[in-house]
């Protein structure tokens, strides 16, 4: 800690106390939120796991800005302040200890940072500038002690919002390294009492939440085919037939597969294999190119191991686009063959009668991925052309079902009771046709968790979920949903059980994640984390108001009215009902009397009319 001795001096007692407090209230549920296991305790310091760099960054800015709040009543000679650093490199691990340049660049890397800051080396910049939202000031190259080459240094400037304190905190983010004896690992320093280690490959727990069996074990992700056709109308073929490739791949669990939001979470300029492997450990990527002319279709699939380059497998298929849905099977199993050694794979949902229906089915998750009432229209609009082709097609039942959900809760139809009468008939007509189809499962118990608020629609959401989670037991948007659904109902241990299965099963979340696990710590009373997920779903997805106004009611439990009364305007602004009494009538999920108070209470507060 910079400047404990002084700190001691003036009042020991009263400074253990408050790093016992920061380390119970602040630093072990960040830990636990971010998916960080203590590994080890080491006098002044711990030692702990995490799975995810970005997780771990998150985490750190997380801490300095919760403890500017938690010291802000102290003067500021009193203050306990922290310097964090954050360094990518290789780890050794030594019988419980950790060794390496990575852990002594990190520590002089701390040197570097104000009281309050958080400062980056140039390798951890390259990874996660598209990753962490936040303003970086280039330090210039830094010649460190008992380091042979200068490094690169960054300031991350968020961090500075936090500055007043005192200790630091230097992190490890470590490559694999394929060495008896040297774990995957990451690694964050605090000098102010702790040290802690964080994970950045699977170790003990894989990405998807089950456990290793080898550490050679495949991670696969899939990136977005290339349209080699002129045409950038026929850009939802390529996109589609990634999705569905990496969706087959995943189901029951032979092959650890990245989702979608992961492998797809990657710019056009950027080298997707090392993105993929440094952000989420990937070992292997498929990636191909599709052009369609006329009544036929050109697919180049090839399956390539990231560490070496090699492509494993690779093939052009030129059939006729009647022939589609045979050609997919054919490129599956060869990727199972190679990387499992097995033929086998479970039975997807059911296929449409007619590769016309699929293709028009693609369209429309194309146009539904926009998430705007116009993209919204256009799925309707080629979710019916889908059904007219193949009546009995569940898939685009599902499909309809969910942008009618959509529609009952932007209020973009003629009435929110008729859209949710239209989705609730098509997600019953999509599980009677296909009952193995995980999505139908989940839209259904999403209309249903929607429809009225009583005990048997609540129910019978919760018997679809579970039938959804048994269909694909990987299907991280079930878990997430179901979080939702537990804290609903005040089953807050089971909820946070839930959201942190659904982080691991997904690195790369949707906004709406951001706001169930907030949802979740508001209920827990933990309300500066809370405010931080709802402040990163509102990034991600500007136009949703639910995110506004929960982050208004958190503020507003915090004290911090002025923030909160700002946040209800832009909710407001946004479309969000204007009386508590309206958006507790909108929120059918949300039942346990308790929560439901404690919401309200948060909106008063914010200054919502009664």
């Known amino acids: 800690m910079v400047g404990y001795s002084r700190l001691v001096e003036r009042d020991e007692a009263e400074v253990i106390r408050r790093q016992k407090e920061h380390r119970l209230e602040l630093i072990d549920p ?51 302040r922290y310097r964090m650093a954050i360094n990518l490199g290789d780890v050794i691990q030594d019988e419980g200890d950790i060794l390496g340049d990575g852990v002594n660049i990190a520590a002089r890397l701390e040197t570097l940072a104000e009281p309050g800051g958080l400062v980056i080396s140039g390798s951890v910049y390259d990874l996660l500038k598209s990753q962490v939202k936040a303003r970086y000031q280039f330090l210039g190259e830094k010649h460190l002690k008992n380091i042979s080459s200068p490094v690169r240094v960054y300031q991350v400037e968020n961090a500075m919002s936090a500055s007043s304190s005192t200790a630091y905190t230097a992190l490890l983010l470590r490559r694999t390294v394929k060495t008896v004896g040297v774990g995957a690992i990451v690694a964050l ?72 939001s992961a492998s797809f979470n990657f710019r056009e300029e950027e080298d997707a294999a090392s993105f993929l492997q ?47 849905f045979d050609l997919q099977d054919e490129v599956r199993s060869n990727i199972l063959v190679t990387l499992s050694g097995q ?62 959900e959509f529609r009952s809760r932007f209020n973009w139809g003629a009435s929110p009771g008729i859209e949710k009468e239209l989705a609730l008939k098509m997600a019953d007509r999509a599980v009677d046709l296909d009952p193995t189809n995980p999505f139908a499962h989940w839209t259904r118990a999403r209309v249903l968790s929607r429809l009225d608020g009583s005990d048997e629609s609540a129910q019978s959401a919760f018997m679809s979920l579970e039938k959804s989670l048994a269909t694909d037991p990987n299907f991280a948007d079930g878990y997430a949903f179901k979080a939702l659904m537990l804290a609903g109902e005040g089953e807050i241990a089971a909820a946070r059980e839930a959201i942190d299965l659904a982080y691991r099963l997904n690195l790369s979340p949707q906004s709406w994640y951001y706001r169930n ?70 929120n059918k999920i949300i039942r346990y009397p308790a929560f439901r108070r404690a919401y309200a209470e948060g909106l008063l507060s914010a200054g919502l009319p009664e």
């Not at 977005?224 to 189901?251: C, H, I, K, W």
């Open 30 to 80: 960040l830990f636990q939120r971010y998916h960080g296991r203590i590994i080890k305790l080491t006098g002044d310091g711990l030692i702990a796991e995490f799975t995810s760099v970005v997780e771990a960054v998150q985490c750190a800015l997380e801490v300095q800005v919760s403890m500017t709040k938690r010291e802000a009543d102290y003067h500021d000679e009193d203050r306990i």
């Open 189 to 260: 320093f605090l000098s102010i009492g702790m040290w802690a280690v964080y994970q950045r490959f699977p170790s003990g727990s894989d990405l998807l939440g089950t456990s290793v069996q080898q550490e050679t074990s495949p991670i696969v992700a899939v990136t977005p085919f290339v349209n080699l056709a002129n045409e950038a109308s026929q850009d939802y073929l390529a996109m589609g037939l990634a999705e569905d490739l990496l969706t087959d791949l995943s189901r029951g669990g032979k092959l650890k597969v990245l989702s979608r």
């Open 517 to 586: 696990r907030g949802i979740i710590s508001f209920f827990e009373q933990n309300y500066e984390i809370a405010i931080s997920d709802f402040e990163r779903a509102s990034e991600l997805n500007a136009t949703a108001h639910s995110s506004r106004i929960w982050l208004a009611a958190a503020l507003a439990k915090l004290g911090e009215i002025d923030d909160a009364e700002w946040e209800l305007e832009e909710g407001l602004a946004l479309g969000a009902p204007d009386t508590v009494g309206e958006v507790l009538k909108s």
């Open 278 to 324: 440094s952000t989420y450990g990937a070992t292997h990527l498929i990636e191909g190119s599709v052009q369609r002319q006329g009544d036929r279709i050109r697919i180049r699939v090839q399956l390539v191991e990231i560490d070496t380059g090699t492509s494993i497998w690779a093939e052009r298929f030129d059939r006729k686009i009647d022939d589609l």
């Open 343 to 404: 033929l086998d794979f479970e039975p997807g949902s059911a296929r449409a009668s007619e590769v016309s229906a699929y293709d028009l089915l693609l369209q429309g998750r194309y146009h539904e991925a926009a998430l705007t009432e116009q993209g919204v229209e256009r799925a309707i609009r080629l979710y019916k052309a889908s059904l007219d082709v193949d009546p009995g097609y569940g898939e685009a039942y599902a499909r309809l079902a969910n942008m009618y």
